[in-house]
């Protein structure tokens, strides 16, 4: 995560034992750009106990990492209100949806705002230029009296720009200066200018009260613009939050349902774990639980991007927000509140759009100096044309004031020189665009995570984004990640004369009845698939690790079955030479033996294995055409794991079996050494160590919570190919981050100098202070709707 950290936070003295730590949201409002982003930060890692902030200017949130009880969030609010940025701490305890609605009144109160100060500045600057069709023979004479647009610029500055003026005074006052205050110093200046040669006509200055009119047009059109477009890029966040249900159907008996009708209708926050709810066909689940009667279909498209509904019946998962078809059916509540998967989704797509990209660290560094900058350069322009310019190019004086005039040398201190260098100081003042560099990295990342939660692909912070495209070297788990983490029988060999296939799997079946073991449940599973019923059976007996027994009931005759490994039925004396060449091929395909005999004799073999993931194989080769070195760690036997390397085409030396978790970390940090970026995908308890370790931690839904918490990125619909759509999605929202930056810093690299008249002594080319607002408006405006592309361009990708 990158943010920006106190150094003085922790003593050197406290190293070897660091308190715990916390972090604390704080809701900040009144941000215009990344200087005021950056201000708030400092001013934050200025309290006691804070050990890094990060403040994102789109959510208007903050994220304090700080040292438990030694940080006061009411203080934290206090320091960054005083500083003119209005803070209140975040209630952990509200719910998403409540804040949700907070959040959103606030935008839409703002939005209203905005939209009058807007109409409002419209209509004034309509009629100011109505008073301008004199020009073309259309004589109002009240609209072109020069009184009036004195008047019209007057009102524009008390009502639609009175709360410009005052942000960006206060931000001035608190050593904060904004955006605000460029804009508001520059309509300031056109406005003080023109009055001033309204009043003293004497001077024979032009009075361009239409400048001040026309900027706060521009500015607020674009303000406009930004918000709604900043509000459609939370889309995801906020469909995610209203995915969350307010009312659950309790019920007291499960089985006694269907008499109790729809049940009791309570808040779906007071819901406990190991209660029953009911849920009717159209309506959402309501918290995490198990299916205890019932059966439907649920589309869970919101939470992992599948279109088609899944089947559900008793036992299977149904998860908060998803979405009830057919049936009613009654859960098991066994996740409630912030534990359960759609809650932690919200939060984790929250904490992306909060944390930053490493490549914004320097738009943030350049913001914080900026408006300073800006209004030193604003007085070097005023200074070099008033001085310096004119004296030696008095032909560009029309082109700036737009009237004619000789070409002698212009003295010091006259009316026309001090009147262009203003203008031009003006115009530089109102095109710089602080706002662009301080957007253009978390609008990106707001589209980009967005992207993803629909999808199913939950990342957690722009800091992954950026490591994911810089990526080189991917690491694969093999059991429950390449593999499906359970196994399948794959081969059946009955060694009986006459015997069948099935033969041999019924009786095998038959014996395992009532056990748990996975090669069982997969004998099982097997004998289910092919319509098997087991044979009247009975005595089971079963050695832990070793084999099962029973006497089965075989064409009327009680028979004695053993099911083993080898070592098992050798004990039991049983003769396994007729098959021990044939038990050893099978074993060097990775694949375990099972061995069946019948009154002392061996009359079968079965192996299992775990079988490759349907996507596994194309995904592997679509990884490798990117460019990807592949590896793969496996804590399973050599033969196993090389089986695997053989089918996915794969060198032996990039497969290392018999891997321990801190093997694992080993392998990773040795790479990491040579100088590579790694990215490690995983889903066991045994990966969580390596998914720390590793650049990226990728972990399938289905993985274990260990490997969720370490992981930065987690597949949702835990499906192997999604890590390809995962590094697609960060590689085109880093290039938007990128395009972003470049056009932010363009911009103002061309337009603070164009405002500034460096072309008007070749060419009589300058920015009028109306044309300057406009271009900084469309600056800020462009750089949230590239953002906003990035989703067309991601799905015609």
């Known amino acids: 995560m990158t943010s920006t950290t106190n150094p003085q936070a922790l003593p050197a003295t406290a190293i070897a034992s660091t308190p715990p730590t916390e972090t604390i949201v704080l809701d900040v409002s009144g941000m215009k750009c990344a200087g005021c982003v950056r201000l708030v930060e400092q001013k934050l890692l200025q309290c006691e106990g804070v050990v890094s902030a990060t403040v994102n200017l789109v959510t208007e949130v903050a994220a304090v990492h700080c040292y438990l009880e030694q940080t006061d969030p009411q203080v934290l609010a206090q320091q960054i209100t005083e500083a003119g940025f209005p803070t209140q701490p975040r209630q952990t305890e509200a719910a998403d949806s409540d804040r949700a609605m907070i959040w959103q009144a606030r935008q839409q109160q703002a939005n209203r705002q905005q939209t009058q100060q807007l109409v409002l500045a419209g209509l004034l600057l309509a009629l100011s230029t109505l008073g301008h069709l004199k020009h073309f023979g259309v004589n109002l004479a009240l609209l072109s009296n020069i009184w009036v647009h004195a008047g019209l610029a007057t009102l524009a500055l008390a009502l639609p720009g009175r709360s410009l003026l005052i942000d960006g005074w206060q ?128 589309d869970e498209s919101m939470l992992t991007g599948e279109s088609l509904p899944v089947f559900k019946q008793p036992g299977d998962k149904a998860i908060a927000g998803t979405l009830n078809q057919t049936g009613a059916i009654v859960l098991k509540v066994s996740e409630t509140g912030q534990n359960t998967v759609l809650a932690r989704m919200i939060d984790l797509v929250e904490t992306a759009q909060t944390r930053k990209a490493p490549i914004q660290g320097l738009a943030d560094v350049i913001s914080g100096y900026f408006t300073y900058g800006v209004l030193t350069l604003a007085t070097l322009t005023f200074l070099f044309w008033y001085f310096v310019g004119l004296p030696l190019w008095p032909q560009v004086l029309p082109a700036v004031l737009g009237h004619a005039h000789t070409a002698e040398p212009i003295a010091l201190g006259s ?130 690790g070793s084999g099962v027994a029973a006497m089965v009931t075989w064409q009327g005759t009680p028979q004695s079955v053993l099911l083993g490994n080898a070592a098992w039925l050798a004990q039991q004396g049983i003769d396994l030479a007729s098959a021990r060449d044939r038990a050893s091929e099978l074993q060097q395909q990775g694949k375990t033996v099972v061995y069946v005999a019948m009154n002392q004799h061996l009359v079968g073999l079965l192996a299992a294995a775990d079988q490759l993931r349907p996507e596994a194989a194309p995904t592997l080769t679509a990884l490798r055409q990117l460019g990807l070195q592949i590896h793969i760690l496996s804590g399973d036997q050599p033969a196993a794991a090389q ?78 190919s999604d890590v390809l759509e995962a590094i697609r999605l960060s590689r085109a929202t880093f290039n938007k981050i990128r395009q972003n930056l470049g056009w932010a810093f363009t911009y103002n690299l061309v337009g603070i100098p164009l405002a500034a008249g460096v072309l008007l002594p070749a060419y009589g080319i300058s920015l009028s202070p109306a044309l300057a607002g406009g271009l900084m408006a469309f600056s800020s405006v462009s750089v949230v709707l590239n953002s906003l592309l990035l989703r067309w361009q991601f799905q015609q990708g």
Not at 473 to 486: A, E, H, N, W, Y
Not at 657 to 678: D, F, L, N, S, Y
């Open 415 to 544: 009316a026309a020189a001090l009147l262009m260098s203003l203008k031009l100081a003006i115009a530089v003042l109102v095109v710089a665009c602080p706002c662009a560099l301080g957007l253009a990295t978390p609008t990106a990342i707001l589209v980009g995570s967005g992207i993803g939660a629909d999808h199913g692909l939950l990342i957690r912070g722009g800091d992954v984004l950026e490591t994911v495209h810089r990526l080189d070297t991917l690491v694969f788990d093999k059991t429950g990640t390449l593999t499906q983490g359970q196994p399948e029988i794959t081969d059946c060999l009955p060694l009986q004369f006459g015997w069948e296939a099935k033969t041999l799997l019924q009786l095998a079946a038959t014996v395992e009845q009532g056990t748990r073991h996975p090669l069982a449940i997969a004998i099982a599973r097997k004998a289910q698939q092919l319509n098997l019923q087991s044979l009247p059976a009975q005595d089971f007996q079963t050695e832990a």
């Open 643 to 720: 089986a695997i390397a053989q089918t996915l085409d794969l060198d032996p030396e990039r497969v290392r079996a018999e891997m321990t978790p801190e093997a694992k970390m080993r392998a990773i940090a040795a790479w990491q050494a040579q100088g590579h970026t790694v990215a490690l995908v995983g889903d066991g308890i045994n990966d969580a160590p390596a998914l720390a370790r590793a650049d990226v931690g990728i972990a399938l839904t289905s993985g274990t919570d260990a490997a969720l918490e370490a992981a930065d990125i987690v597949l949702m619909r835990d499906r192997l």
């Open 171 to 298: 931000g001035l006052r608190h050593g904060a200066a904004n955006m605000n205050t460029l804009v508001g110093l520059g309509t300031l200046s056109a406005y003080v200018t023109s009055l001033i040669a309204l009043l003293f006509p004497q001077l024979g200055w032009e009075c361009f009260f239409d400048e001040p009119v026309m900027l706060l047009s521009f500015i607020l059109l674009g303000r406009t613009l930004e918000q709604r477009a900043r509000y459609r890029a939370t889309d995801s966040l906020q469909s995610l939050i209203a995915l969350q249900p307010q009312v659950a159907r309790l019920v007291t008996n499960p089985e006694a349902a269907e008499a109790e009708q729809s049940g009791l209708e309570i808040p779906a926050a007071q819901v406990q774990p190991g209660d029953w709810l009911r849920v009717l066909p159209g309506e959402k689940i309501p918290v995490d639980g198990v299916l205890e009667t019932g059966k439907t279909t649920v």
